[in-house]
T-cell receptor
């Protein structure tokens, strides 16, 4: 099994719908992240969490919310999806520390029509 | 805040050519620097890292040296292969202030290697 699992892998949804992207990890790491990838813009941080009770906004959190249900689970929600949220979304986890490696899921391709 | 700037892409090379992908950064503290690679249809994976000035990270024939004086971490490979075709991301992790715990990425550079 993969270290970081994202579901669904692909999703098409309509404008205004609520959608949840899920992420689970088996690495036992404390830190979890949600990124969005757009062509030419790289990866931009949406939210990050250091533990179940510590959740922080990233650079593009507007229109998104998250839930850290357990150390291993970190969900991203779009409360009312809009077309410019069409993107590839990645979940990542890393151990505490400045030098530690991040482990990424395979991504969720979300299309909002 | 922290930022990472990579050279504009895409980069197209012939097999066995020399590769350089430029990366410069801005950080408030003393960051650790990383290169990640993304193969088609996959998530990112760590390629190499360097944690202090003048450190050289290396892996799979790729190298990058942490240059604090020029705030750079350029990726190089002496002879690329078709299998190196991917998207390459430069990233930094800074322990200081509001950057604590974050991993900041550059825009990514698409590399295509032809036989």
């Amino acid at each position: 099994d993969a270290d970081v699992t994202q579901t669904p892998r692909n999703r098409i949804t309509k404008t205004g719908k609520r959608i949840m992207l899920e992420c689970s990890q088996t690495k036992g790491h404390d830190r979890m992240y949600w990124y969005r990838q757009d062509p030419g813009l790289g990866l931009r941080l949406i939210y990050y969490s250091f533990d179940v009770k510590d959740i922080n906004k990233g650079e593009i959190s507007d229109g998104y919310s998250v839930s850290r249900q357990a150390q291993a689970k970190f969900s991203l929600s779009l409360e009312s999806a809009i077309p410019n949220q069409t993107a590839l979304y990645f979940c990542a986890t890393r151990q505490t520390g400045q030098n530690t490696e991040a482990f990424f899921g395979q991504g969720t391709r979300l299309t909002v029509v | 805040g922290d930022s990472v700037t990579q050279m504009e892409g895409p980069v197209t090379l012939s097999e066995e050519a020399f590769l350089t992908i430029n990366c410069t950064y801005t950080a408030t503290g003393y960051p650790s620097l990383f290169w990640y690679v993304q193969y088609p249809g996959e998530g990112l994976q760590l390629l190499l890292k360097a944690t202090k000035a003048d450190d050289k990270g290396s892996n799979k024939g790729f190298e990058a040296t942490y240059r604090k004086e020029t705030t750079s971490f350029h990726l190089e490979k002496g002879s690329v292969q078709v299998s190196d075709s991917a998207v390459y991301f430069c990233a930094l992790s800074d322990a200081g202030g509001t950057s604590y715990g974050k991993l900041t990425f550059g825009q990514g550079t698409i590399l295509t290697v032809h036989p």
